[in-house]
């Protein structure tokens, strides 16, 4: 350690001593000839000269700690310390300074570029020779490091008088490559690299001196670039490309030559310049713009131009919202070609052209957000506003669906073609199961751009009944409830819970049907005269269905009697109500060219059975016989004599196809068809408005239900805080209309749950 500092004793010569200068003498000569050896293009001393440096080492070290400068009252660290540095000052003005003031252009880069380079060999062996004062004597907060003492050093001795030149040779080299010209990137790295030494372990030398004019000057550049690439003949074409590969260029420029921290702000100053004043012109150019790419699908162009204006704050919002205009108006030109029947493709049925197509114009925009994109949350809204502004057409609408009927043209709503799409999907075979599940999944994304969710559940509901009253198979079973289960993903157990109930009565009808056999078998007075197979649902899980008086043939009405008898044993308190119109059977005739079996409703199988009694049937008996209303007489009679195939026909041979009670049918023994077996359409009375009905019915209880719900927890509320918060409850469900919302209230009103504040009319309370 250095001893202390001590005043000199008045009188004593403060001098240092002959040996210390003989000593001294030995650094001087070491120093001089390490500046021989790097003058002379030796970039590493021979051994030789490590060896002396060691031995300057040695010398330095013997001087500090003696301790003969303190007993004369000298300081021999310092005193080294102080002739070091006269040292390097010495060299760099007599040898330095005068060569670099004298160059000029790249001159001077090249001659900074060599003495700079020689500076900090001076700096590492100067360093390493005097090694003991900074291990000991630097160590002081207020005194400098060897390092910094000699950077200190060229700073004053050189760098103050070139900076100036310096840094205008260096923006003159950066302007020349941007115009396409060759550089010496080693030496103009080198010169801007000495702004950052010269900061002295920090940046404020080269940010002041050189970042702020280089920043400055790329603005001007680039803003007369722009310019001139706009003015160009088909500038608009290829503006882009140009301005992403300058930003590029400047990008490898910055990583290569200049400080870590210039790039983000050298990138800024190209943003600022060649895409902020600019991109309202490139997104709405007739020929290359946003719209242009979208309808040609250049999704290399829309790539780049989303990668470009992300760099500009509020650019994607503005791409986004023609986005969003373009996917809106290729949805409503899907409607327009339904409404007027031209979405048929190959047969298809129109509904399930429609829904294909919009899942394909959901593909379509999936690949493209993935694949130029980069998935950017903002075209993901874009994409789901523009769907459900075309999906969810108002009947006022131009756009609206709309379908031929007896009536004319009427409404149609997507929840009814989705629901439909995806019964007619899951009743379908499939090349594959993953095949199945990967369009089910589409349709559960397309199902969440739909407004009235409510609706599609109550069409969804109805054809799921069917499917698995008449189709028991357990891969229809495993594709209902993995369909299920993507709706609840989606929308909650409380939206997928009747579904499930479904499921659940499937199960527990095969375990009754499974017990009433075996009752059967121990009951030996209990045979059927036919196969009979019921299946029980549960009131609240399936949708309502008609009920009806039909009076059935005898052989159906012992099944079921045996069957009521069983489940009346089997459970307590429950009631069997018997829906004869959900029913199907399987009869078998055979006609004068064969036997047939005929798989058709329980409607149609009872007035078939009529024929058994008498060849003939008139539809006055065979309504009376059953208790139907006319009108399902009516219909069904029509199904089996005017239908695909005509197993009955009129006694009296007209060819008129239409039933009145008077009239009289007989069994078509003539009948022939290739298939042993087959289905006998009926003739559907169309559900679509019973089913909406329903639906407006159900979402008044439910409107009723969410007033009830947030009035009890907030007591008092106003009328537009209430209305508000409804809508807001009940948005994922459906939209909620604000007049019938309004309606609810009155009647909620009028039954006692809520009352009006008698000082404010506007205000409503909630009545326990």
């Not at 010398?59 to 003696?66: G, H, L, S």
């Not at 502004?389 to 379908?403: G, R, T």
């Not at 009536?407 to 995806?422: C, F, N, P, W």
């Not at 199904?639 to 695909?644: V, W």
Request: net charge positive; aromatic share 8%.
């Amino acid at each position: 350690m250095f001893p202390n500092k001590t005043k000199a004793k008045k009188g004593a010569d403060t001098k240092p001593p002959e040996t210390f200068e003989k000593e001294w003498q030995k650094m001087e000569d070491s120093f001089n000839e390490l500046l021989t050896f790097i003058e002379g293009g030796m970039l590493t001393p021979d051994p030789g000269h490590y060896k002396r440096s060691m031995g300057a080492y040695a010398v330095v070290y013997n001087i500090c700690t003696k301790h003969e400068g303190a007993k004369m009252g000298v300081n021999f660290a310092a005193e080294l310390y102080k002739r070091a540095k006269s040292l390097v000052e010495k060299h760099l003005e007599e040898k330095v300074t005068k060569q670099v003031i004298q160059k000029t252009g790249d001159a001077l880069l090249q001659e900074v570029h060599k003495e700079w380079r020689t500076h900090a060999l001076i700096v590492k062996w100067t360093r390493f020779m005097f090694k003991y004062l900074d291990d000991y004597y630097t160590k002081s907060p207020i005194i400098d490091t060897l390092t910094i003492m000699m950077l200190k050093c060229f700073h004053s001795a050189v760098f103050d008088k070139i900076k100036d030149n310096l840094r205008h040779v260096i923006l003159a080299n950066i302007e020349s490559e941007r115009d396409g010209n060759t550089i010496n990137k080693e030496v103009l790295r080198s010169a801007i690299w000495l702004f950052i030494d010269m900061g002295m372990n920090t940046c404020d030398v080269y940010d002041e001196e050189l970042e702020k004019v280089l920043i400055k000057q790329t603005k001007q550049y680039y803003k007369k670039e722009s310019v001139k690439w706009m003015a160009e003949e088909g500038g608009q074409h290829t503006y882009l490309k140009r301005a992403e590969a300058r930003i590029n260029e400047e990008s490898r420029r910055a990583d290569s030559i200049l400080a870590p921290t210039t790039k983000g702000p050298l990138l800024k100053a190209l943003d600022d310049e060649l895409l902020a004043p600019h991109i309202e012109t490139c997104l709405k150019c007739p020929d290359a713009g946003c719209e242009a790419l979208l309808q040609s699908e250049r999704n290399e162009g829309l790539g780049r131009m989303f990668r470009l204006f992300s760099r500009v704050e509020g650019g994607l919002d503005q791409m986004a919202g023609i986005v969003k205009d373009h996917i809106e108006k290729e949805g409503k030109l899907l409607n327009s070609k339904f409404s007027t029947g031209s979405a048929g493709e190959s047969g298809e049925a129109a509904s399930t052209t429609y829904i294909k197509s919009c899942l394909t114009l959901h593909d379509k925009y999936t690949v493209l957000f993935e694949e130029s994109l980069s998935k950017h949350e903002v075209f993901t809204k874009a994409r789901k506003a523009a769907f459900e502004v075309f999906i969810n057409p108002q009947q006022s609408d131009s756009w609206a669906l709309k379908q031929k009927s007896k009536d004319g043209m009427e409404i149609v709503t997507t929840s009814e073609l989705l629901s439909t799409y995806i019964d007619s999907i899951i009743k379908k075979e499939m090349e594959s199961e993953e095949q199945l599940d990967a369009i089910l999944e589409k349709s559960v994304t397309l199902f969440t751009y739909i407004h009235d969710k409510d609706l599609f559940q109550q069409f969804y509901m109805k054809q799921m009944s069917r499917r698995l009253m008449h189709n028991k198979n357990q891969r229809l079973l495993d594709q209902e409830r993995s369909q299920i289960g993507k709706l609840k993903m989606k929308m909650g157990s409380a939206f997928t819970s009747k579904l499930e109930g479904m499921l659940a009565d499937q199960s527990h009808a095969d375990d009754h049907n499974r017990r009433f056999k075996q009752h059967l078998t121990s009951n030996q007075e209990a045979k059927l005269p036919i196969d009979f197979t019921p299946m029980v649902l549960t009131t609240g899980f399936w949708p309502a269905f008609k009920h009806d008086q039909l009076v059935p043939p005898e052989e159906m009405k012992i099944c079921l009697e045996q069957y009521e008898k069983y489940y009346a044993k089997a459970t307590q308190s429950r009631k069997l109500t018997w829906i004869h119109s959900l029913g199907h059977a399987t009869v078998s005739k055979k006609f004068a060219k064969g036997p047939r079996d005929m798989s058709v409703t329980t409607y149609q199988a009872c007035v078939l059975v009529l024929f058994n009694a008498t060849g003939s049937v008139l539809v006055k008996e065979a309504q009376e016989t059953l208790s139907l209303p006319f009108e399902e007489i009516k219909r069904t009679i029509h199904s089996l004599a005017y239908g695909k195939y005509p197993v009955i026909k009129r006694a009296d041979g007209a060819k008129v196809k239409q039933v009145k009670e008077t009239d009289q049918f007989v069994i078509n023994e003539e009948f022939h068809t290739n298939s042993r077996k087959f289905k006998i359409p009926a003739v559907v009375k169309q559900e679509r408005e019973s089913i909406t009905d329903t639906n407006q019915e159900q979402r008044r209880h439910v409107i009723e239900a969410c007033i009830v719900r947030i009035m009890k927890s907030r007591r008092t509320l106003s009328h537009n805080d209430l209305v508000t918060e409804t809508i807001k409850q009940l948005s994922h469900l459906f939209s909620p209309d604000m007049r019938i919302i309004k309606k609810r209230i009155e009647d909620l009103i009028q039954r006692q749950y809520l009352e009006r504040d008698e000082q404010n009319r506007n205000q409503y309370r909630y009545l326990a």
